[in-house]
């Protein structure tokens, strides 16, 4: 049940960044300061990740455009999913209360941390 929930998790977090990425390409003045700064981390990732694909556009309204044809923006969610470089406490909080809840252990407890993140290890290297 972990692994299909887990699953299903990752797919939402893909599509968050899809979202994150199509806000990468609008104006900045457009959005709170705190979306547009998580937005601009994960376009100078994928920046230097795809230097020929994406580039930064200095003095204008737009800050990143793409360069070339199509929107493979599915691409570059798993690129950044996979890298995961602002990976915070805030972002896996939910998963972690998620996960001592469904072994029914508490959330301070270290044990229940070591566990969470053994099991996403080897999830992720399935």
């Given at each position: 049940?972990?692994s299909i929930?887990?699953?299903?998790?990752?797919?939402k977090?893909i599509?968050?960044?899809k979202?994150?990425?199509?806000?990468?390409?609008t104006?900045p003045?457009l959005?709170?300061?705190?979306?547009?700064?998580?937005?601009?981390?994960i376009?100078?990732?994928?920046?230097?990740e795809?230097?020929?694909?994406?580039?930064a556009v200095?003095r204008s309204?737009?800050?990143?455009?793409?360069?070339?044809?199509?929107f493979p923006?599915?691409?570059?969610?798993?690129?950044?999913?996979?890298?995961?470089?602002?990976?915070q406490?805030?972002?896996i909080?939910?998963?972690?209360?998620?996960?001592?809840d469904a072994?029914?252990?508490?959330?301070?407890?270290?044990?229940?941390?070591?566990?969470?993140?053994?099991?996403?290890?080897e999830?992720?290297n399935?």
């Open positions: 049940m972990f929930m887990q699953n299903l998790k990752n797919k977090k599509e968050e960044i979202e994150f990425i199509e806000i990468g390409f104006r003045s959005y709170k300061r705190s979306v547009w700064r998580k937005a601009e981390r376009m100078e990732f994928l920046r230097k795809f230097p020929s694909e994406i580039k200095k309204d737009i800050k990143y455009v793409m360069v070339g044809e199509g923006f599915d691409r570059y969610a798993q690129a950044y999913y996979k890298h995961q470089p602002d990976l406490v805030a972002d909080l939910p998963d972690m209360q998620e996960f001592a072994y029914g252990m508490a959330l301070n407890d270290g044990a229940t941390v070591e566990l969470f993140f053994q099991k996403n290890n999830y992720q399935k």
